[in-house]
């Protein structure tokens, strides 16, 4: 796993992690990081585990049950826990680099990735909108193949992929397209069948207006837009429904005819999914040639190096991780 933001909760929340790994049967695993960082991190929560720098992540599974493992990724500056600086952003990049990497290689079974903070990076010169894009980028790289990733957010509750993520709420309607909103959607099912062994998968499709847009009448993006967008689905073999009104798609009795909701912006997507499980939900990226997931949640600036962290989110990124790796591995 990476590092993430050195000055947020990643350091805390591996560190808790690790600290818990016999009681939850944790599976294996090491952290690209400052050796520092996370020394210092430990000793300020009083978590008493012992950290050991390696040489290759071959190491790993040897001194796993010992150490928490370690491939050392040296920080520029020493950090403050709530006080990010970018002079470290190069390390955080270059972890997360290092990671999807090893993983491409099958030197490691997926990348856990710890949260980072976007607005850090884009001042140390960061070009790409998020985590996403930026596996997107060194997948094409290493494959020489294009990649489309595709963000989920996943629960026991619930699954959702936004179709459009970071942008603009008055910008959704002209990014949103036919081709688009079929693309994400293969994308999804895909993923669902190979990483999540769901024989056949139902996807739900949201509208984009209230109603759905009450046929038209309040908006004519879900008649134009979205509907066609689930015809074709639907004849290329895909069990897809929609549009259907966002406001009744997410209670309980909704949730059990869908395996996954394809939102049509991020907040339609992530409000639900966060209000059903804050402390447990994952972020997957979907359409990668590696598993990748993270915690479903931030920075937080707020509590960093105060112990108030909770590692939930973390280890359900953890344990779907090395479960989507087996399935993958299964998979024809």
Known sequence: MTMGEPAGIGPDITLMAYAQRVRRKLPPFAVIADVGLLDERARRLRIPIAIERIATIDDASACFERALPVLPIALSVPVVPGSPDPANAAAVLAAIELGAGLALAGRAAAVVTNPIAKKTLYEAGFTHPGHTEFLGEIAERATHRPATPVMMLTSDELRVVPAT?????????????????????????????????????????????????????????????????????????????????????????????????????????????KTLAFDTGVNVTLGLPFVRTSPDHGTAFDIAGTGKASPESFVAALELAARLARNRARSP
């Open 165 to 273: 993520v970071h942008i603009p709420l008055r910008d959704v309607p002209a990014a949103l397209t036919i081709e688009r909103i079929v693309a994400v959607a293969e994308i999804t099912a895909a993923a669902l069948h190979r990483d999540f062994a769901i024989a056949a998968p139902r996807l739900a499709i949201a509208g984009l207006n209230p109603h759905a847009g009450e046929g038209g009448s309040i908006g004519r993006e879900d008649e134009e837009i979205v509907r066609p967008a689930v015809e074709a689905l639907v004849s290329r073999g895909i069990k897809a429904t929609g549009p259907h009104s966002a406001d009744t798609l997410f209670h309980a009795a909704a949730r059990k005819s869908y395996d996954a909701v394809i939102a049509m912006y991020h907040d339609q997507a992530l409000i639900p999914l």
